[in-house]
């Protein structure tokens, strides 16, 4: 099992430019989550969507835009990258949105934006 | 809102010594759940424990412990008779009893050495 799979793993952007982060999960879990890594400050949660066709913002989700394509996939994109967003991207998943459910994340996404 | 609060940034020990994270937490929730996850240098996030707000039995596993106190607002974790592959960054996190958004603590980095 792959559990949730996270493309790419690194990428190196100037700024201006877009990109999308792809994640997949093969678990049939409901809920999906993107959260960024930024040293001294945890995991920040940016978008999720608790269910197929939903979508809603988390504490810090100027400068992006997420699709839940279906159940299995859900996207984060940066339309316009900015040096703030070089950071470690985790996407997660669980069977739904319920605080009873524990999180699987993915290997995470290296981004660096120049 | 939710606050989790890891105070220790960094701990260095020598291998076998004990070793006790941290970690406070803020909410204004009935029902709310806890967890503890672990970063090794590999950068993926390993699930170690959750725990519900009406459970403040402590747990122990293995060579892991965990003192859950309400009345403190703590859930420490306590690593005995510490390992080099025990090394890695610990986060605390909290959420709600109806959602799965965790809230992270900055994370603790734990350095075990020979």
């Known amino acids: 099992n792959a559990g949730v799979t996270q493309t790419p793993k690194f990428q190196v952007l100037k700024t201006g430019q877009s990109m999308t982060l792809q994640c997949a999960q093969d678990?049939?879990?409901?809920?999906m989550y993107w959260y960024r890594q930024d040293p001294g400050m945890g995991l920040r949660l940016i978008y999720y969507?608790?269910?197929?066709?939903?979508?809603d913002k988390g504490e810090v989700p100027n400068g992006y835009n997420v699709s839940r394509l279906n159940k299995r996939e859900f996207s984060l994109r940066l339309e316009s990258a900015a040096p703030s967003q070089t950071s470690v991207y985790f996407c997660?998943?669980?069977?739904?949105?319920?605080?009873?459910?524990?999180?699987?994340f993915g290997a995470g996404s290296r981004l660096t934006v120049l | 809102a939710q606050k989790v609060t890891q105070a220790q940034t960094e701990i260095s020990v020598v291998e076998k010594e004990d070793v006790t994270l941290d970690c406070v937490y803020e909410t204004r929730d009935t029902t709310y759940y806890l967890f503890w996850y672990k970063q090794p240098p590999s950068g993926e996030l390993v699930f170690l424990i959750r725990?519900?707000?009406?459970?403040?039995q402590n747990e122990i596993s293995g060579r892991y412990s965990w003192n859950f106190q309400k009345s403190t607002s703590s859930f420490n974790f306590t690593i005995t008779a510490s390992q080099v592959v025990d090394s890695a960054v610990y986060f605390c996190a909290e959420t709600t009893g109806t959602a799965s958004k965790l809230t992270f603590g900055t994370g603790t980095r734990l350095q075990v050495t020979l």
């Open positions: 997660a998943s669980t069977w739904w949105d319920s605080g009873a459910n524990v999180l699987t």
């Open positions: 678990m049939n879990h409901n809920s």
């Open positions: 725990r519900n707000s009406f459970d403040e």
């Open positions: 969507s608790a269910s197929e066709g939903t979508t």
